[in-house]
């Protein structure tokens, strides 16, 4: 009994190992700007997504093949990354994208080992077209979003904290957030409000151009020279 245990967690641990490529890539807040160049597939995941889960196994196969196709092949984890879900606009998981010289696809194709390997050696992906320029992750626009997404994590992140660790009940957490976002909301339009001012001033008036004498006033004045 103890032997057949044995022989099926080695089985077990095999298989995972022989799942897992060496060959992928895994990226982060940091090193995302490396798929700008060259050619790659990135796949983003969760943990707890089970499509994400089933994918895994033709997804590190299919990394197995990077270097025969002369591609790199990523991961991006987005509970780890949410900076990137946001750059990235991830709203459904798992999400794939081919990124060819800082041009980049959204992959809606089968999610299958040999799928993928046909889809990068027939380019398949010439027949797609790029997302629009203001989606490009790269763009300031999209690192705004970004921000905003860290920030959102932020967020929940400590108001787990507080309402779980501290103890506080649920709606004092909230209280507190909405008391900081009204501060920081009248801190940030007050001084909003003083830089209109110093480049759009409004106390000084526009000089008024000055009107032409009367016939009248003519008259009178010529009387008095």
Known sequence: MLLK???VLFTTLTSLCQSASRNLITLNEETWTDI???????????PWCPACKDLQK??????????????NVAEVDVTVNPGLSGRFLVTALPTIYHVKDGVFRAYAGPRDKNDFISY????????????PSYKYPSSPQMSVVAWFFKL??????????????VGIPWWASYSIFAGITLTL??????IIVCIIDRV?????????PEKKPTKKEQKAKSKKV
């Open 36 to 46: 700008l160049s060259g050619e790659w597939m990135v796949e983003f995941h969760a």
């Open 200 to 208: 759009f001033p409004t106390g000084e008036q526009l000089s008024k």
């Open 152 to 165: 959102s994590m932020f967020v929940r992140d400590k108001h787990n904290y507080l309402v779980d660790s």
């Open 58 to 71: 033709a997804w590190h196969a299919f990394a197995d093949w990077s270097k025969d196709l002369n591609i």
């Open 120 to 131: 990068i050696e027939e380019k398949k992906w010439t027949s797609f077209d790029p997302i």
């Open 185 to 190: 909301g009248c801190i940030l339009g007050f």
């Open 5 to 7: 245990t044995i022989l």
